[in-house]
């Protein structure tokens, strides 16, 4: 019987130990695929997190460039209205200058009539004019109107003629400026074009990166779960082998138990047979030993320029190339270039784009303007020199010019010396 009781002991000891020992090494498993499954996760949200850093900031392009866009526009629709009204300038000035040739030749038309009378008339037209006077004076008198008929009639055809002159050349002028305000306006829609076909480029980058998010994000959801149910696991486990080392150890207690009752049965079966011993002392406590205890150890674990200065500084370049983007006022520069350098020469600083040089420096009204002063149009600028006139970089056809500063819509005038 007590053979028997301990190899009960003994058996359920040894299924406890084989229970904790396969839950353990089921435990150990999950927890290494879990690991391995949290280093992915890792991966993967630092790919998202980068991928969502290249999205903002190909965002904030975007938008920097729908900005620029909108601005291209509105110099477009500002330019258009300027187109509009030269065009209005030019049709007048033609009709200006149909009046003028009409009067000019109907002059000249009333002055070949009277040079071919006194042409035919000669002398007799002398004579007459001395015999039909009363007395020298009166002679005098008519030959000199004769005389100052003719210069007048001179001096008002030289009149005539100068109008219409001025009206050609102001037709020439009018021309001129609607020919360079074209060129703008090409430049601008070759710019509209470029930004749109910038933006479209990067949303569709855009549209890229959320593909790669969105498949990431998908990732990271399939190794969250795989992670939440390796957590599952392992808790079911760990729950089961405290349960199986509990009903263990339960069952460890109940066989010493018994076998220390049935120990005692026998001994003192013994006692009264008189062979049995009187009272011999345990071997020792549990935990004790006959060395004493070990005691295990445990460690603790440019000055700056007057404005007639800039001004004619900026008029030295004249008839130097333009350049889009270009920083040579000599080699070749744009509009707000030109106005950058020039005043970069005297050590001041001026934004480089023709927008940022309108909003900065110190507004100035148009009463109030000097040499030197910055004259803002619709994605354009122009150094004030004086008399009305600006000197700028205007296209690539005309290089670095001057030009009448009335020629288009002003935005603003701005002082930055």
Request: proline share 1%; charged share 25%; net charge negative.
């Amino acid at each position: 019987m007590r053979w028997k009781k301990t190899g009960c002991m003994l058996l359920a000891a040894l299924i406890w130990v084989s229970g904790i020992s396969a839950s353990a090494s089921s435990i150990k498993s999950l927890q290494n695929q879990k690991s391995q499954n949290e280093k992915e996760l890792k991966n993967i949200q630092s790919q998202i997190s980068g991928l969502e850093s290249k999205k903002s900031a190909l965002s904030s392009e975007i938008n920097g460039l729908n900005d620029e866009l909108t601005e291209t526009l509105l110099n477009i629709a500002v330019l258009e209205s300027d187109l509009a009204d030269k065009e209005v300038q030019i049709e007048e000035a033609q009709i200006a200058y149909e009046e003028a040739k009409a009067t000019e030749e109907s002059q000249y038309e009333a002055m070949k009539l009277r040079i071919q009378y006194l042409y035919e008339a000669g002398s007799e037209s002398y004579l007459e004019l001395f015999l039909t006077s009363d007395s020298m004076a009166e002679l005098m008198n008519k030959v000199d109107y004769a005389e100052e008929l003719q210069e007048y009639d001179n001096r008002l055809l030289d009149e005539y003629k100068a109008a219409k002159q001025a009206v050609i050349e102001l037709q020439n002028r009018l021309e001129e400026e609607k020919a360079e305000l074209l060129e703008m306006q090409e430049q601008l829609e070759e710019e509209k074009a470029n930004l749109q076909s910038m933006i479209a480029r990067k949303q569709t980058e855009v549209a890229n990166f959320d593909s790669q998010l969105g498949a990431a994000r998908a990732k990271a959801s399939e190794y969250q779960q795989k992670i939440k149910e390796q957590n599952s696991q392992i808790r079911r486990l760990q729950e089961e082998a405290a349960r199986a080392a509990a009903a263990a150890k339960a069952a460890a207690k109940n066989s010493a138990k018994a076998s220390t009752k049935s120990s005692d049965e026998t001994s003192g079966d013994g006692a009264m047979g008189g062979g049995g011993s009187s009272g011999s002392s345990s071997s020792g406590s549990p935990g004790s030993s006959s060395g004493g205890s070990s005691g295990s150890s445990r460690s603790g674990s440019s000055s700056g320029g007057g404005g007639g200065s800039i001004a004619s500084y900026g008029l030295q370049f004249v008839g130097c190339p333009y350049v889009s983007g270009g920083n040579s006022l000599t080699n070749g520069t744009d509009c707000s270039g030109f106005v950058n350098l020039v005043h970069a020469h005297f050590g001041i600083s001026t934004p480089r784009q023709s927008g940022s040089i309108a909003g900065g420096g110190r507004a100035v009204s148009d009463s109030d303007k000097q040499p030197g002063d910055v004259v803002c149009y619709a994605g354009h600028v122009g150094i004030y020199i004086g008399n009305n006139q600006i000197v700028h970089a205007s296209t690539p056809s005309s290089g670095i010019k001057v030009t009448n500063m009335y020629y288009r819509s002003i935005l603003g005038i701005r002082r930055y010396w």
